[in-house]
Nanobody, 117 residues
C-alpha cells in the first residue's frame, strides 16, 4: 500500500528552523520526482521545492536560500529543512510524489507549520 506520512511540523518563532520529514512506503522515492507543497488559509496550494529523479532541484523564489529539500534513499524519506522562517511561511505542508511519466501521483496528509511570536 502506497503511503506518504509527513511529520515535523509545529509552532516556531520567526527566524527559527524546522525540519519536515516525509516517510514513504509502497514505492521507492529515488524513482520518483519528490516535492513539497504548501497551502495557507484562503490561498491555493503552491510548490515549495521539487527534487526530480534526475536533474536540478528547484525552489519557489520565496524560499530560495532558506529551505533545502533532500532525500535519504536508505530510509526512503524526503526532508525539507526550513531556516529563517517567516510568518508568511505559515501553512499546511504536503509531500508529493510523481512517477517519471506522471502515471502515479501520491500525496501525504499534510503537516501544519505555524510561524508566530
Amino acid at each position: 500500500q502506497v503511503q506518504l506520512v509527513e511529520s515535523g511540523g509545529g509552532l516556531v518563532q520567526p527566524g527559527g528552523s524546522l525540519r519536515l520529514s516525509c516517510a514513504a512506503s509502497g514505492f521507492t522515492v529515488s524513482n520518483y520526482a519528490m516535492s513539497w507543497y504548501r497551502q495557507a488559509p484562503g490561498k491555493e496550494r503552491e510548490l515549495v521545492a521539487r527534487m526530480p529523479k534526475i536533474g536540478t532541484t528547484t525552489y519557489a523564489d520565496s524560499v530560495k536560500g532558506r529551505f533545502t529539500i533532500s532525500r535519504d534513499n536508505a530510509k526512503n524519506t524526503v526532508y525539507l529543512q526550513m531556516n529563517s522562517l517567516k510568518p508568511e511561511d505559515t501553512a499546511v505542508y504536503y509531500c508529493n510524489a510523481v512517477s517519471t511519466r506522471g502515471t502515479w501521483n501520491y500525496w501525504g496528509q499534510g503537516t501544519q507549520v505555524t510561524v508566530s511570536s
